[in-house]
T-cell receptor, first 110, second 112 residues
Framework: EDKVVQSPLSLVVHEGDTVTLNCSYE??????LLWYKQEKKAPTFLFML????IEKKSGRLSSILDKKELSSILNITATQTGDSAIYLC??????????FGQGTTLQVKP | NAGVTQTPKFQVLKTGQSMTLQCAQD?????MSWYRQDPGMGLRLIHY???????DQGEVPNGYNVSRSTTEDFPLRLLSAAPSQTSVYFC???????????FGSGTRLTVV
């Protein structure tokens, strides 16, 4: 059965800290891995990763995929209170059914 | 630029009632999907469609029906609501599978 597991499930840090969120997967015929940020409402897209070892970067956020280890990490440097959200990892297998992890709830305290 | 529009935003149903959650997109996306989100469980796929006239089941399809008569619309029907269907429902669309999707703002459904 295809599955995606995120860790930790929740995390509390202080402004300025650096955090690393983990996503591991077991899927048949991996196509791509997606990261989303969800604040009050709908998830918003952060990154799509298809190739191992190529870092995607957007401001203080970056992500990388390791196909050998079947995992990805999302790094956030110099965290701000606005980074407080649920971070969702999702994987596209070849079935056309996007599979989400449970999400990591990040709280950044002032 | 509306993107993905879901209605209603909130709904309370009594057990056994039926209703339809509406989803419309104006981006000419072929792929549309419905998810439910429950605390601690991420998003789970209910049904999806790869184009008009084509639908398929996701991870948790029981109790829900869908149809796709046009590219723009993908309604989700609850035929006989149950308290276990209390959840937040999201509709999403994308140009094709494996691409990042655009999500609607969600429908918070409570079944009492």
């Amino acid at each position: 059965e295809d599955k995606v597991v995120q860790s930790p499930l929740s995390l509390v840090v202080h402004e300025g800290d650096t955090v690393t969120l983990n996503c591991s997967y077991e899927v048949t015929n991996f196509r791509s891995l997606l990261w989303y940020k969800q604040e009050k409402k709908a998830p918003t897209f952060l990154f799509m990763l298809t190739s191992s070892g190529i870092e995607k970067k957007s401001g203080r956020l970056s992500s990388i995929l390791d196909k050998k280890e079947l995992s990805s990490i999302l790094n956030i440097t110099a965290t701000q209170t606005g980074d407080s959200a649920i971070y969702l990892c999702a994987v596209w297998p070849n079935t056309g059914k996007l599979i989400f992890g449970q999400g990591t709830t990040l709280q950044v305290k002032p | 630029n509306a993107g993905v529009t879901q209605t209603p935003k909130f709904q309370v149903l009594k057990t056994g009632q039926s209703m339809t959650l509406q989803c419309a997109q104006d981006m000419n996306h072929e792929y549309m999907s419905w998810y439910r989100q429950d605390p601690g469980m991420g998003l789970r796929l209910i049904h999806y469609s790869v184009g008009a006239g084509i639908t398929d089941q996701g991870e948790v399809p029981n109790g829900y029906n869908v149809s796709r008569s046009t590219t723009e619309d993908f309604p989700l029907r609850l035929l006989s609501a149950a308290p276990s269907q209390t959840s937040v429902y999201f509709c999403a669309s994308s140009y094709e599978p494996r691409r990042a999707g655009t999500f609607g703002s969600g429908t918070r459904l409570t079944v009492v």
